[in-house]
């Protein structure tokens, strides 16, 4: 049997964790909707510029880390609303996207795409 993908994995805790957001109520529940909402974005916006999903591609951990601190930095300047939502959209990067973006990186990778070479001396070459 083939193993799941560490996407599909994070998709699947991501979703439970937004079922228990339904279960616990309100506050945490508008949380982590505009903190869906702004993974959404996030998305959205690196899917739409190819030289930004390129970089992002290439530095997931990177993006990873500074959204985290940001989060830090978001609670001491911002309050806990904004925060509790960042946190939300951290977590599902770092669950669902940012392994995404590695396996599409390492797919690419191992696609060897070889361009045939072109023997430019025999095209030149007096007759």
Do not use: C, H
Request: glycine share 6%.
């Amino acid at each position: 049997m083939e193993t799941m993908k560490k996407s599909f994995k994070g998709l699947l805790i991501f979703v439970f964790i937004i079922i228990m957001a339904f279960l616990i109520g309100s506050y945490i529940l508008t949380s982590v909707f505009f903190g869906t909402i702004t993974l959404i974005g996030l998305i959205v916006l690196i899917e739409s510029i190819p030289p930004l999903k390129w970089v992002v591609s290439r530095t997931s951990k990177v993006v990873d880390i500074t959204i985290f601190v940001l989060t830090i930095l978001a609670m001491a300047s911002y309050g806990l609303n904004i925060t509790a939502s960042l946190t939300v959209a951290g977590l599902g990067y770092t669950l669902m996207y940012g392994p995404y973006l590695r396996e599409q990186a390492e797919e690419n990778k191992n696609k060897t795409t070889r361009r045939s070479r072109v023997d430019y001396k025999s095209k030149f070459k007096a007759s």
